[in-house]
């Protein structure tokens, strides 16, 4: 990922990797599917971590190298999401499944092999409208 993104570069990235996904998995494209659904997580945490940093100041530097990572934990903890993301897993259960099950995404899983059952079950709990991982992740972005 080049630097210089803007926020709202990224968000429209995340919808965007999302959106292919579904596209791809409309169209028998599991493993490729699967990974840009995860994907779509990882661009729309960024969105939130951008939304923090203030113009005119640079972030320090061990900010930056952790934002050029792809741990969702990580991500999380820099975008001050923690204790936000335990309360919906603790208030929605729906979201704490589908957290739980996007959360095996890695970004390896873009050399694995995945099947219709786990690109449909990745990207479903990604982009469900009540419950998905997303759509929690755009209130906060």
Not at 37 to 54: N, Q
Request: some cysteine.
């Amino acid at each position: 990922m080049g630097l210089g993104l803007k926020r709202t570069d990224l968000q429209a990235m995340a919808d965007a990797k999302l959106d292919d996904a579904a596209m791809l998995l409309t169209n028998g494209r599991y493993s490729n599917a699967y990974y840009l659904a995860g994907y779509a997580i990882e661009l729309g945490l960024k969105a939130c971590i951008a939304k923090m940093v203030a113009a005119e100041t640079i972030p320090d530097k061990d900010v930056i190298k952790k934002f050029m990572n792809h741990e969702w934990s990580t991500l999380v903890g820099l975008a001050g999401l923690k204790v936000e993301l335990q309360r919906q897993q603790d208030s929605d259960p729906d979201f704490g499944a589908n957290w739980a099950l996007a959360s095996e995404w890695s970004p390896d899983s873009r050399y694995e092999t995945s099947d219709i059952t786990s690109s449909q079950a990745i990207v479903e709990a990604i982009g469900n409208p009540k419950s998905g991982v997303l759509p929690w992740i755009r209130t906060h972005w």
